[in-house]
């Protein structure tokens, strides 16, 4: 269902249509003779027109053209303050929304996301792109002057050297002869579509950082459903691998055994630093099996020789960003397009990965439904690794702990006592993503069986609950990529250790959740939660080498922006000196 969600605004006079003006022309007063109107007849006329005006200020602002936008009332919704902007009328959907309407030119400065997306693009064909901006805070962090040209200077790129043009048809053909080549004009990443969709979002920013990096062109393999899931982000030209590609039904095949990976043709002497000739392709495996001679990509001298390559194909289930850090090649351009370290995917999940219409359907249906009128909207994403069926009590126990002990949900009076009731109280709307339901009804039971002793209204509400991954199910991934999509629309965000769902939850919305401990021995975790140090996803198989000296090291030690995960010890992942608890 595709959703027309423009922002309503309140019309100003020049904007009135014809049939207004000629409605307005036949209330105006006959006209005087050139003779001095006197003040008293002069003010009653203004008085009457200005009347008039105002009237159809009114009934133009609630007429039913205006609710046919698909929001409930065509509220423009917004939790916080937009800085910088002009407010200019309030809607008032709950006591603390502070929603408001925005001037037309805030309104398109806001939804190209301060100059982070590029304008022109079909609005029909992709919804949520220039439509997001209506459902989340404006960003607090600062985009880099840097990271704008590069996006712009990328799309350029790839338009020139993207599916169709004489480039790729000539880089094709140097593929398909499989001889060495000489020179090219365009170079490319190819992305293979892999592992469960939280893992697949977060490999391919990784993959078009690399592509930024290097000035390739990224090419996506749309896999089982990649083109149902998504719009393209790139204007003109597809960022979907064409079918025809050569290798594409190789794909699948491709692992940490395959004889044209980097690591095995390293292992094996077919490629050096000093050799003279240079491969067509090169398959990267950047997969969690990978061994040591395939987490030689991240050494600065591997990548000098992969610069040659025209074609690089690259598998990956992680977020391999923190690494990318630790290359000294790559460490200024870094600097300069994320000054804000822990904002990586932030900035590039927000640019890349549009909902498509079915999607962007099925999140503004749900969040209109339950969400829109909420005072504060408060993420629990919950996923235990453990076959058996749930919900654990200790995971509960978790949890309530957690949104307790850090006042992110009201206790309740289990003696049932006589609350005194604010005057105002807040309904606050708590939005859980779990595959299994119990936990969402278990909460919902609380808060209906004893009242709060704030006086608050707690509302809880879970989209689905699969019980298992269905990672090749199309519906399965719509409604898992529809509720990563609604968790970072909240305003706060409780997520799960090591789970990629909420890696992603996170860095769209620009917040730093408060991390569930891994459960040990089927008891709750003392403390139960922590703060996550930034918004940035954790890099699950780092390698722990030190490419100069060709040892083994720590490599959360290297530099102050990239350290150790809170969720996972081994892990890394990129934040600020401010950031860090």
Same mark, same amino acid.
């Given at each position: 269902m595709d959703l027309n969600t423009s922002a309503r605004k309140r019309l100003s006079p020049s904007e009135y249509t014809d049939q207004d003006m000629s409605h307005l022309s036949r209330l105006r007063v006959k006209r005087f003779g050139s003779t001095t109107m006197n003040?008293?007849?002069?003010?009653?006329?203004?008085?009457? #027109? *200005?009347? #008039?005006?105002?009237? *159809?200020?009114?009934?133009?602002?609630?007429?039913?053209? =205006?609710?046919?936008? @698909?929001?409930? =009332?065509?509220? #423009? %919704?917004?939790?916080?303050?937009? $800085?910088?902007?002009?407010?200019?009328?309030?809607?008032?959907? @709950?006591?603390?929304?502070?929603? #408001?309407? *925005?001037?037309?030119? +805030?309104?398109?400065?806001?939804? %190209?996301?301060?100059?982070?997306?590029?304008? @022109?693009? =079909?609005?029909? !064909?992709?919804? &949520?792109? /220039?439509?997001?901006?209506? /459902?989340?805070? &404006?960003? %607090?962090?600062?985009? &880099? !002057?840097?990271?704008?040209?590069? %996006?712009?200077?990328?799309? +350029?790129?790839?338009?020139?050297?993207g599916p169709d043009t004489e480039s790729y048809k000539k880089a094709l053909e140097q593929l398909n002869s499989g001889q060495t080549i000489d020179s090219v004009d365009c170079r490319y990443v190819v992305w293979i579509s892999f592992s469960g969709l939280g893992n697949r979002i977060l490999s391919l920013a990784s993959t078009f950082l690399y592509a930024l990096l290097t000035n390739r062109v990224l090419l996506v393999d749309r896999g089982k459903d990649m083109s149902d899931l998504f719009c393209e982000p790139f204007p003109e030209k597809s960022w979907l691998l064409p079918l025809e590609f050569p290798f594409i039904d190789q794909f699948e095949s491709f692992d940490q055994k395959s004889s044209l990976s980097y690591g095995n043709m390293l292992k094996n002497n077919v490629v050096n630093a000093s050799a003279e000739s240079i491969l067509s392709y090169v398959y990267v495996h950047l997969v969690h099996d990978y061994d040591d001679h395939d987490k030689l990509f991240f050494c600065d001298e591997d990548q000098s020789l992969l610069a040659k390559v025209p074609w690089l194909i690259v598998k990956s289930d992680n977020y391999f960003v923190p690494s990318l850090f630790l290359l000294s090649s790559f460490e200024q351009d870094l600097d300069r397009l994320f000054p804000e370290k822990g904002t990586v995917f932030h900035h590039l999940g927000r640019y890349l990965f549009h909902p498509s219409n079915v999607v962007w359907g099925l999140i503004t249906r749900y969040y209109q439904t339950y969400l829109a009128k909420a005072d504060e909207r408060i993420g629990l994403q919950i996923r235990v690794f453990d076959a058996r069926p749930g919900p654990f009590k200790h995971v509960m126990d978790q949890i309530v702990a957690c949104t307790l002990k850090e006042k992110l949900l009201p206790e309740v009076d289990m003696q049932d006592t006589d609350i005194n009731l604010s005057e105002n109280p807040k309904l606050k709307a708590v939005l859980v993503a779990s595959l299994s339901s119990g936990y969402s009804e278990n909460l919902k039971n609380m808060y209906w069986e004893h009242p709060t002793v704030t006086g608050d209204v707690i509302g809880v509400y879970q989209p689905s609950h699969e019980e298992y991954q269905q990672t090749e199910k199309k519906m399965h991934n719509r409604k898992a990529w529809a509720e990563m999509y609604l968790l970072s629309l909240t305003d706060v965000l409780v997520t799960s250790s090591w789970s990629t769902f909420g890696y992603v939850a996170q860095g769209l919305g620009g917040l730093r959740p408060w991390i569930?401990?891994? $459960?040990?021995?089927?008891?709750? $975790? +003392?403390?139960?939660?922590?703060?996550?140090?930034?918004? +940035?996803p954790c890099f699950h198989a780092p390698p722990y080498y030190d490419c100069k000296a060709k040892a083994g090291t720590d490599t959360a030690a290297i530099v102050p922006h990239v350290k150790n995960c809170e969720d996972m010890s081994w892990g890394l992942k990129v934040v600020d000196s401010h950031d860090q608890l």
């Amino acid at each position: 269902m595709d959703l027309n969600t423009s922002a309503r605004k309140r019309l100003s006079p020049s904007e009135y249509t014809d049939q207004d003006m000629s409605h307005l022309s036949r209330l105006r007063v006959k006209r005087f003779g050139s003779t001095t109107m006197n003040t008293t007849r002069i003010s009653a006329i203004a008085l009457i #027109v *200005l009347s #008039v005006l105002l009237a *159809l200020s009114l009934m133009l602002r609630h007429s039913p053209s =205006d609710r046919s936008f @698909g929001f409930a =009332d065509a509220r #423009v %919704l917004e939790t916080g303050p937009r $800085p910088n902007f002009t407010a200019f009328t309030s809607l008032g959907l @709950g006591s603390g929304s502070g929603n #408001v309407l *925005l001037q037309p030119t +805030d309104k398109n400065n806001n939804k %190209l996301l301060g100059g982070l997306l590029a304008s @022109g693009l =079909d609005e029909t !064909s992709c919804s &949520s792109r /220039y439509q997001a901006f209506l /459902y989340r805070k &404006s960003s %607090l962090h600062k985009l &880099s !002057s840097h990271l704008i040209s590069r %996006l712009r200077a990328y799309e +350029d790129l790839h338009k020139r050297c993207g599916p169709d043009t004489e480039s790729y048809k000539k880089a094709l053909e140097q593929l398909n002869s499989g001889q060495t080549i000489d020179s090219v004009d365009c170079r490319y990443v190819v992305w293979i579509s892999f592992s469960g969709l939280g893992n697949r979002i977060l490999s391919l920013a990784s993959t078009f950082l690399y592509a930024l990096l290097t000035n390739r062109v990224l090419l996506v393999d749309r896999g089982k459903d990649m083109s149902d899931l998504f719009c393209e982000p790139f204007p003109e030209k597809s960022w979907l691998l064409p079918l025809e590609f050569p290798f594409i039904d190789q794909f699948e095949s491709f692992d940490q055994k395959s004889s044209l990976s980097y690591g095995n043709m390293l292992k094996n002497n077919v490629v050096n630093a000093s050799a003279e000739s240079i491969l067509s392709y090169v398959y990267v495996h950047l997969v969690h099996d990978y061994d040591d001679h395939d987490k030689l990509f991240f050494c600065d001298e591997d990548q000098s020789l992969l610069a040659k390559v025209p074609w690089l194909i690259v598998k990956s289930d992680n977020y391999f960003v923190p690494s990318l850090f630790l290359l000294s090649s790559f460490e200024q351009d870094l600097d300069r397009l994320f000054p804000e370290k822990g904002t990586v995917f932030h900035h590039l999940g927000r640019y890349l990965f549009h909902p498509s219409n079915v999607v962007w359907g099925l999140i503004t249906r749900y969040y209109q439904t339950y969400l829109a009128k909420a005072d504060e909207r408060i993420g629990l994403q919950i996923r235990v690794f453990d076959a058996r069926p749930g919900p654990f009590k200790h995971v509960m126990d978790q949890i309530v702990a957690c949104t307790l002990k850090e006042k992110l949900l009201p206790e309740v009076d289990m003696q049932d006592t006589d609350i005194n009731l604010s005057e105002n109280p807040k309904l606050k709307a708590v939005l859980v993503a779990s595959l299994s339901s119990g936990y969402s009804e278990n909460l919902k039971n609380m808060y209906w069986e004893h009242p709060t002793v704030t006086g608050d209204v707690i509302g809880v509400y879970q989209p689905s609950h699969e019980e298992y991954q269905q990672t090749e199910k199309k519906m399965h991934n719509r409604k898992a990529w529809a509720e990563m999509y609604l968790l970072s629309l909240t305003d706060v965000l409780v997520t799960s250790s090591w789970s990629t769902f909420g890696y992603v939850a996170q860095g769209l919305g620009g917040l730093r959740p408060w991390i569930l401990y891994k $459960p040990e021995n089927e008891t709750a $975790p +003392d403390p139960p939660c922590r703060r996550a140090m930034s918004m +940035d996803p954790c890099f699950h198989a780092p390698p722990y080498y030190d490419c100069k000296a060709k040892a083994g090291t720590d490599t959360a030690a290297i530099v102050p922006h990239v350290k150790n995960c809170e969720d996972m010890s081994w892990g890394l992942k990129v934040v600020d000196s401010h950031d860090q608890l």
